[in-house]
């Protein structure tokens, strides 16, 4: 297992919303060792599992899973984000929706990486009051 740094997405729902850390997970698709499997290298059991995780989420110790999104990197990486919703408050669409309006976008390859933008690795900044620095024109 590697430890995640954090995103917007996460870092939004887990500080402001009934969610943990541990409702949002990243699952990389690999071999048993560990190391990539290419599409010239899958049969037709693997292609079923992966797309099964795709359209019926996973099950991970009692919780319920489902696909939420990736980004034009995670897919290099074979990985892709999944959520477990601790309420009906909430489900994968209503996040979704939060990340923003994509629905112009016809192009699955565009609607992937406007939407991975969302879950672009990043450390949370500190905001300063303005008196203590001063403006910078």
């Known amino acids: ?3 995640e740094v954090s995103n917007r997405v996460v870092r939004h729902f887990t500080n402001n919303l009934n969610f943990v850390p ?3 997970i990243r699952v990389t698709f690999g071999d048993e060792d560990g190391s990539m499997i290419f599409s010239d290298e899958m049969g037709t ?3 079923k599992r992966i ?3 795709f359209l019926q989420g996973l099950e991970i110790n ?3 899973y489902k696909f939420l999104a990736y980004s034009s990197s ?3 990486e074979r990985s ?3 959520v477990s919703c601790p309420t009906d408050d909430w489900s994968v669409i209503h996040i979704r929706r939060w990340m923003g309006d994509f ?3 016809r192009s699955p390859s565009k609607y992937g990486a406007r939407m991975g933008q969302c879950f672009s690795t990043t450390v949370k900044a500190e905001s300063t009051e303005h008196s203590i620095y001063g403006r910078f024109y």
Do not use: A, H, Y
Request: charged share 35%; aromatic share 12%.
């Open 51 to 53: 797309e099964r995780c």
């Open 62 to 64: 009692g919780r319920s």
């Open 103 to 105: 629905s112009s976008i």
């Open 74 to 76: 995670q897919l290099k």
């Open 22 to 24: 541990e409702d949002f």
């Open 80 to 82: 892709i984000w999944m």
């Open 1 to 3: 297992f590697d430890v």
């Open 45 to 47: 059991d693997i292609s």
